[in-house]
């Protein structure tokens, strides 16, 4: 088990560093792409123009995380099975999905761009509408909507509060992301799944430096009376 969970914090650790350097592409280098509401026109002309950055930005934040959440996956789930072995479980699948999800969506993604930029220079038409197609498609599958990670995040929360591996601060603040994560599922909200990212961050690193410096992974006591977890 303390192979696995200083495997597991590593891997968190790396998943953190992909959701950081996301979101600073997403808010620097690629505006233009992915805020406002740019045509199809406009879309495909910035992806032929920047089509290295956004492949590097497809790999760091769908291919390299999905491969990361897998063994964090793991890691997390033998954390939390002998305090809460059903909600462990349950929610283990769903990081595995999650995963599959959004490997599939960088490899559509990145696949689709070199054709799509291939395709523009001889037929800008047809050239947006397979961009049209492409996005929808990956963006069903990488998750617009955070639902199937918000998931993943709400029922390992509550499995922290439940069996008491880890700080039940913890816990609550996969809760509160989950929440966020789950409003995607109105239109009106999409934005909101930028608080899920950022508490991405918090919530990778946090498990990450927790199973690294204790992998033994022993329970924390659930508070009771004037007794607090640490």
Known sequence: MTSLQKSGGVAG??????????LGMFAT???????????????????????????????????????ALVPFALALYERLKTG???LAGIATVFAFIWAGLLLAS???????????????????????????????????????????GSVWVL??????????????????????????????????LEMVGAVFGLGLIVWFAWHGMLMIREPSGAARPVATGSTMPS
């Open 29 to 67: 280098l690629l505006t233009d792409y992915t805020i406002g509401d740019p045509t199809p026109a406009e879309s495909v002309a910035f992806l032929a123009d920047n089509e290295t950055t956004i492949f590097v930005w497809n790999a760091i934040t769908l291919l390299v995380f999905s491969i």
């Open 106 to 148: 960088g490899m559509v993604l990145n696949v689709a761009s070199e054709t799509i930029v291939d395709l523009y220079s001889s037929d800008p038409g047809q050239a947006e509408l397979l961009w049209l197609s492409v996005d929808t498609v990956a963006n069903g599958l990488g998750g617009v909507m955070e639902i199937v």
């Open 155 to 188: 029922l390992a929360g509550l499995a922290i509060l439940q069996g008491g591996a880890m700080p039940r601060a913890l816990g609550y603040l996969g809760i509160v992301m989950a929440v966020t994560g789950l409003a995607t599922i109105v239109p009106a």
């Open 84 to 86: 809460s072995p059903t």
């Open 13 to 22: 650790l790396v998943a953190t560093g992909t959701v950081v350097i996301g």
